[in-house]
């Protein structure tokens, strides 16, 4: 058996900006970057269409919606002011240390997180010393940003068994969303809830082996 845990809701809360575009224009000015006069309608708008279930990288899509108002700025730019904009501080949900120190003694663990900002996962695990804190890695850790496809994809899903070196059917994945977390029973892994099941009580279960 491998577990998977969803991130953002589920292991740790954070602070999202209400209006995102003025996270991300307070971002490009301190990099002396033009805002467009009607950035928060560029920002809000579609600049490329993607397949149904594919991540839209959020730096792609200020890059794109720049370049709609004529700002031009590089990839490394757009990937380091929306990593900026999106980093808030992170608490750690109580039970998330025990769960994922429980859950290593039962096998191979893994986050498995939908984020379109590229890096905010990796900063957030280490803003949060969830490991540090359980004495244990994750064995993997996929994000929808760096395999191209978001929860309830079963692409995602898959990528996450792979990544931890067993199948579908052997993955169990812990999440708070019904619609995307709850997606990993409809490709053929085991989805466990929040809502019917606690961290605290997640960890218990694992250490009394009831969830083998």
């Known amino acids: 058996m491998a577990l998977s845990f969803d991130l953002f809701g589920t292991l740790v809360a954070v602070d999202r900006p209400t209006e995102p575009w003025d996270a991300v224009a307070a971002a490009l000015s301190a990099r002396s970057v033009q805002v467009p006069d009607d950035w928060e309608a560029a920002y809000r708008s579609a600049h490329r269409e993607y397949d149904r279930g594919r ?28 990593l900026d904009a999106f980093d808030s501080p992170v608490t750690v949900r109580g039970g998330a240390v025990d769960a994922l120190a429980a859950a290593a003694q ?11 900002v590229p890096g905010l996962v990796d900063r957030t695990l280490e803003r949060a010393a969830i490991e540090t804190r359980s004495g244990h890695e994750f064995d993997a850790v996929v994000t929808s940003v760096d395999c191209g496809w978001r929860k309830p994809n079963p692409h995602i899903f898959e990528s996450t068994a792979d990544a931890l070196g067993v199948g579908l059917a052997d993955l169990v994945h812990v999440g708070d969303d019904a619609r995307t977390d709850g997606g990993a029973g409809r490709a053929g892994a085991r989805s466990i809830l929040l809502d019917d099941h606690s961290l605290p009580a997640i960890a218990e279960q694992l250490r009394e082996g009831e969830l083998c």
């Open 55 to 82: 991540e839209a990288p959020l730096d792609e899509h200020v890059r794109l919606a720049l370049a709609s108002r004529g700002v031009e700025v590089t990839e490394e730019t757009a990937a380091e002011v929306v």
């Open 106 to 116: 039962r096998g191979p663990v893994a986050i498995c997180s939908n984020c379109s």
